[in-house]
């Protein structure tokens, strides 16, 4: 009997610059990954950040995809916003539309989309959130590829509308026992210690278990590892990851050789 097949992407949030302020280690960490959440203007990024980081995606042979967020630019994205469905929809549709011109315009095509900060945190609980967001990304191009965590109103919602799924991990950042991540402003969100979170990601990804803040291992399914490009140590650790995963027989592959619907 041949050996199960491990397969895995690993996605980074990119192109979260703005105007002279340069925000991450773009150009060397997208050698690393296989898909890259290239945010379109409303959290972070401008227009000439989109082009750049779209052609820099081509030049590295990554996947690219769109990571919409509310319009925040002070708040980054990470403060929650009221924003009635249909103006969430419009939001999300204006966004992802936009970035899918600078991909057209490099020659490549757009694979996913990807919420950002507190729109993702937010539309994981709640399915109203979840079913505009899909709407407007089904809307666009049913081809298109929702990254989400597993067992979300996300997921939920894709399903619903016939989009694509991948279950998004991730790898520095600590788990609670229903499977939502620890709050950034409570112990333990962070997992600091470099070779734990690898161990973390091997065992998400090789075993579909992660250990929780309290102790407890619960189920995940790791179709894409979320990997970070603007912290000191960003670079180093996702060549530690990748080099971890490769050794560990599991191959790095962009989301659309993982998810078929």
């Known amino acids: 009997m041949s050996e199960a097949r491990f397969c895995v992407d690993l996605n980074c949030d990119l192109g979260e610059s703005f105007g002279r302020y340069k925000l991450g280690l773009d150009e060397e960490v ?10 379109c203007g409303f959290h972070a990024s401008d227009p000439t950040v989109m082009a750049e980081t779209v052609r820099l995606a081509r030049a590295a042979g990554v996947a690219a995809g769109a990571h919409p967020g509310f319009p925040d630019l002070q708040g980054f994205g990470r403060r929650n916003m009221n924003m009635d469905a249909a103006e969430l929809h419009d939001a999300v549709l204006y966004q992802v539309a936009a970035l899918a011109g600078f991909c057209r315009a490099a020659g490549i095509g757009l694979q996913h989309v990807k919420p950002h900060g507190a729109m993702y945190n937010m539309a994981v609980k709640d399915m109203t959130m979840a079913q505009a967001i899909c709407r407007a990304v089904q809307e666009f191009d049913p081809e298109l590829i929702l990254l989400a965590p597993g067992g979300s109103c996300l997921q939920k919602a894709a399903a619903e509308c ?3 799924f991948a279950c998004e991990v991730f790898a520095d950042r ?15 969100a ?20 992660v250990r929780t803040a309290d102790g407890q291992d619960i189920a995940v399914q790791a179709d894409s590892v979320c990997v970070h490009g603007d912290g000191p140590k960003a670079l180093a650790f996702v060549k530690k990851i990748r080099e971890a ?11 659309a050789e993982i998810v078929r619907k």
């Open 30 to 39: 997208i050698g690393y990954v296989s898909s890259a959440n290239v945010a």
């Open 162 to 164: 016939g989009l694509g």
């Open 174 to 188: 600590g788990y609670q026992a229903d499977g939502s991540l620890v709050p950034r402003s409570q112990p333990g």
């Open 190 to 209: 962070m997992i600091e210690d470099e070779d734990e979170a690898i161990a973390r990601v091997l065992r998400m990804v090789k075993e579909g278990v």
């Open 245 to 255: 995963l490769t050794a560990a027989g599991v191959e790095i592959v962009p989301l």
